[in-house]
């Protein structure tokens, strides 16, 4: 079951803040966050774990509330290089390596 | 080390052929798996494997086979093909759960 993100789009002026939300209705293991330029492959920004530990990019923080299974991307003073589309993927646990992703956020930053 | 392998880069099909995508990665990693991009649909699981000769479905796995001879290749192979399996597809691998995927570069495979 895909994790719903929000918002669906948001455009920024450079130097500009922006959150980006990810919420499931399972219980979740573990939460990963991808941004996306057009044409190109998906790529690792940051994992936040059960636990709360967290693992990645200096610029961007984030945030993982398990009791609601929701994940927050912090994107501060935007640059033009943050244009994207932003995914999150959410791992339940177990046994099995399975990661389901959301439908994106696509982040526009004009100068 | 070349990462995740992907080919073709581009592939155009008529309904009903069959053919085989090809992923292979150099990392040693376990876990590895094929998703599909839609406009709107963000990325959508169609198989992966946590290890030679175990697969299993994701979300999307109808008209899609796959297996796992050896820990580098995962192969996607259409059955026949339709206009809905019009995708983009990407293959990816991890070492482990809760480490990061390594993406492939994409096949963009059109069927008409």
């Known amino acids: 079951q895909q994790p719903v993100q929000s918002p669906q789009a948001v455009i920024l002026r450079e130097g500009e803040d922006a959150v980006i939300n990810c919420s499931s209705s399972?219980?979740?293991?573990?939460v990963h966050w991808y941004r996306q330029k057009h044409g190109e492959a998906p790529v690792f920004l940051m994992i936040?774990?059960?636990?709360?530990e967290q693992k990645g990019h200096e610029k961007i923080s984030a945030s993982f509330n398990e009791k609601k299974q929701q994940s927050s991307l912090y994107l501060t003073a935007s640059q033009l290089s943050y244009s994207g589309t932003y995914f999150c993927?959410?791992?339940?646990?177990?046994?099995?390596?399975?990661?389901?992703f959301g439908k994106g956020t696509l982040l526009t930053v004009n100068p | 080390n070349a990462g995740v392998t992907q080919t073709p880069k581009f592939q155009v099909l008529k309904t009903g052929q069959s053919m085989t995508l090809q992923c292979a990665q150099d990392m040693n990693h376990e876990y590895m798996s094929w998703y599909r991009q839609d406009p709107g649909m963000g990325l959508r699981l169609i198989h992966y494997s946590v290890g030679a000769g175990i697969t299993d479905q994701g979300e999307v796995p109808n008209g899609y086979n796959v297996s796992r001879s050896t820990t580098e290749d995962f192969p996607l192979r259409l059955l026949s093909a339709a206009p809905s399996q019009t995708s983009v597809y990407f293959c990816?691998?991890?070492?482990?759960?809760?480490?990061?995927?390594?993406f492939g570069n994409g096949t963009r495979l059109t069927v008409t």
């Open positions: 936040l774990l059960k636990g709360g």
């Open positions: 993927g959410t791992e339940r646990g177990g046994s099995n390596y399975k990661l389901t």
């Open positions: 399972k219980a979740l293991y573990s």
């Open positions: 990816a691998s991890t070492p482990r759960s809760n480490s990061p995927l390594h």
